[in-house]
């Protein structure tokens, strides 16, 4: 099979998006994509900002299914593929809007991409000693290798064919937990708890329990700062407010501990698994002090303080957040439900956790050309 290696320029039109300045924006308030709603992969919509268009801006810079959207900055590459997730979206100017030329199937040209950004392949084309951007004219010099396009839309159907599996089982994890937070909110927040028609409360905590500040039950740690170029390769989740933002190879802390988004995405809460890397966004509490219900928990609580001036978690004020303790025996009840709650979603995050080290490695093989994709198997759903 031959392959074509062009430069971007040749293969796709790409644009960045529209400047916000709110003195000068005319026209209707429309939802945009900015830097931090782009992840690899996939779009973060929960918490949209809105700009003015004028009827004149909405063609340029509106998305279309298809197009490819990526950092100018921040982490420059990171991309996902837009596939209509909201209607109406629009771009700002810190992005890159890609839409390929017929030559290229745009899920290929974001696998492109990926297998650049596994292998440091932007990293010739950044620009800035300190922090790193991606402009107009570097990308334009990205080479992108390329075969037939039917041989491009078979390649980009394996790779895709695990994301999408990834992505069902983010769904399933997503139901679960929220079934479990139903469950802690039916007994803990509204007491409607087994038994509780016999059990006195007074000022909201029933006999028995007990109101205590989250610093006293687990306190919150500072993560470590570990920048993008000083992770080495490993399979170490590397959390941030938004997640995992990467990989490493050393461990900060082990595993069974709960991360607390502190800038950025404030608030955001994760449980790892696994030995992982908190960095310096972020919050955690260590695994002797974790625990799935604990975890369950922590969603009751309000980390957003109206009092503070600029966006982020003071820890102080995180560690003060009153939180119910009941009983020992409702404790043991409720651990008893939800433990196979918990058992399912670990089993769903060790399942994606190896669907995703299968992709990692089909890519750079099927990327060069080196694999033939007839001889692939796909993925299968796992079993619940």
Known sequence: ??????????????????????????????????????????????DLREMRFESREVERFSLKYGDIVMCEGGEPGRCALWKDQQSSMMFQKALHRIRPNDCLDSRFLYYSFLNLRKSNGFEPYFTGATIKHLPREQLAKVIVR???????????????????????NQRRIALLEDA????????????????????????GVPE?????????????????????????????????SSGIVGTHNQALVSAGAIVVGRKGNVGSLYYSQEP??????????????????????????????????????????????PLLLPNHDLQIEFERLATPIFEQIQGLTQYNRQLAQARDRLLPKLMSGQLDVSDIALPEEAVA
């Open 208 to 240: 028995g329990w007990s109101l205590k500040p989250l610093g006293e039950i687990a306190p919150l740690h500072y993560g470590k700062s570990l920048k993008a170029t000083e992770r080495k390769d490993g399979n170490v989740p590397v959390y941030g």
């Open 146 to 168: 390329f075969p037939d396009i039917k041989s491009q839309e078979a390649i980009a159907t394996v790779l895709e064919n695990y994301d999408d599996l990834i992505a069902t």
């Open 180 to 203: 479990s937070r139903r469950l802690y909110r039916e007994w803990f927040v509204h007491l409607r708890f087994p038994g509780h028609e016999s059990v006195p409360v007074k000022d």
């Open 1 to 46: 099979m031959s392959w074509s290696a062009l430069p971007l320029s040749e293969v796709a039109d790409f644009a960045l998006g529209k400047m916000l300045d709110q003195a000068k924006n005319k026209g209707d308030l429309l939802p945009y994509l900015a830097n931090i709603n782009v992840r690899w992969g996939e779009f973060e919509l929960y």
């Open 276 to 321: 992982c890397f908190p960095i310096d966004t972020v919050f955690f509490i260590s695994p002797e002090k974790a625990s799935f219900r604990l975890y369950v928990a922590l969603h009751q609580l309000n980390f957003i303080s109206s009092d503070a001036a600029v966006p982020g978690l003071n820890r102080t004020y995180a560690q003060s957040l």
